[in-house]
């Protein structure tokens, strides 16, 4: 890939970034399918065994889905990045395209997963044993995947790569099922907008999420 196909998509992807998931925090929630297909079966008025992952999504995180490496002497900081791409200014003198290909797997699925509140369908901890091991969860669908960790600073779960992956190949097994996903703003105390549900499931039922959200104010 070229340095300007690269800042077109990267372009694209920011704005995305912005419009989706910027200063937003996620709560998936989620299990192994067959424990909780067993339950709603049986029509149980509360359903357990629900983990619940929360991510944040900083203006910082952005850069480190690209798969570039600025360049120190055109770009102050992350954020410096993701500006100059919300302003349609970044330029071929601002990043170095990885040497190892990973900067063309990550932009072939950018776009797609900046819709992940929408599109992630799994969730586990990362087990693939590759040299640049630093994720802790990752969560997407057959075509792609985020990768998580926690920030030392803030000690929030963050985004901090992609992976042009099966979900599967990289999570450990027994695989877990995305059932919900919320979205709410950075400073707002409780969850209320419902990105995805899955049929059958009442937000109410779920043990243990009150703690995460407003259930009257919840809206898809």
Not at 170 to 178: A, E, G, L, M, N
């Amino acid at each position: 890939m070229n340095k300007k196909k690269a800042i077109s998509i990267i372009i694209k992807a920011a704005r995305l970034y912005h419009e989706n998931l910027e200063d937003q925090k996620v709560l998936f929630v989620y299990g192994i399918p067959s424990e909780i297909r067993k339950q709603l079966e049986n029509s149980n008025n509360t359903i357990s065994g629900l983990s619940f992952y929360e991510t944040v999504f900083y203006r910082s995180n952005f850069l480190h889905l690209t798969g570039v490496k600025p360049n120190k002497n055109a770009v102050g900081s992350s954020i410096h990045f993701y500006e100059k791409c919300l302003d349609g200014r970044l330029s071929e003198n601002d990043f170095y395209l990885s040497s190892d290909g990973s900067t063309d797997q990550k932009l072939d699925v950018i776009e797609n997963i900046m819709n992940i509140k929408k599109v992630a369908a799994m969730i586990g901890d990362f087990t693939d044993l590759g040299p640049k091991l630093f994720s802790e969860k990752i969560a997407g669908n057959t075509c792609a995947c985020m990768g998580f960790r926690k920030d030392s600073y803030s000690k929030f779960n963050v985004p901090n790569t992609l992976l042009k992956k099966d979900v599967r190949e990289v999570t450990s097994r027994p695989q877990q099922k995305i059932f919900v996903i919320m979205s709410k703003s950075y400073r707002a105390d409780k969850y209320t907008v419902i990105e995805k549900c899955d049929k059958g499931i009442r937000i109410e039922n779920i043990d243990g999420i009150m703690g995460y959200v407003n259930i009257l104010d919840a809206v898809m």
